[in-house]
């Protein structure tokens, strides 16, 4: 069974940097596709980035596009968030997926495996 804990969220400032961290156990991260989503208050949960089993294909929401990079290192068995210039709307839980069919889209049915989230806040 593979679990997936995340890591990194914290209170910043709009305009700040952060990263958050995956770590996977159970099995191994390198055929899973892996992706990142967000849930704000009240409001659903959606997708933020994913990327591919060998890290080569990232695909990512408009909202994430310029500001957000996601990448992984499969000898570690981790997966990363980058987020660079945040805004009061990036405020959320974050979670990490992983998707055993190796898809890393923005469609929730496709992850199997879900982390119990990491909250991001960001002040203005």
């Known amino acids: 069974q593979l679990q997936l804990v995340e890591s990194g969220g914290r209170l910043v400032q709009a305009g700040d940097s952060l990263r958050l961290s995956c770590a996977a156990s159970?099995?191994?991260?390198?055929?899973?596709?892996m992706g990142w989503f967000r849930q704000a208050p009240g409001k659903e949960r959606e997708f933020v980035a994913g990327?591919?089993?060998?890290?080569?294909?990232?695909y990512y929401a408009e909202s994430a596009k310029g500001r957000f990079t996601i990448s992984r290192d499969n000898a570690k068995n981790m997966v990363y968030l980058q987020m660079n210039s945040l805004k009061l709307e990036d405020t959320a839980v974050y979670y990490c997926?992983?998707?055993?069919?190796?898809?890393?889209?923005?469609?929730?049915?496709?992850?199997?495996?879900w982390g119990q989230g990491t909250q991001v806040t960001v002040s203005s």
């Open positions: 997926a992983a998707s055993s069919r190796g898809g890393y889209g923005p469609s929730k049915s496709d992850y199997r495996y």
């Open positions: 159970g099995r191994t991260l390198s055929t899973y596709g």
């Open positions: 990327v591919s089993w060998s890290g080569a294909t990232t």
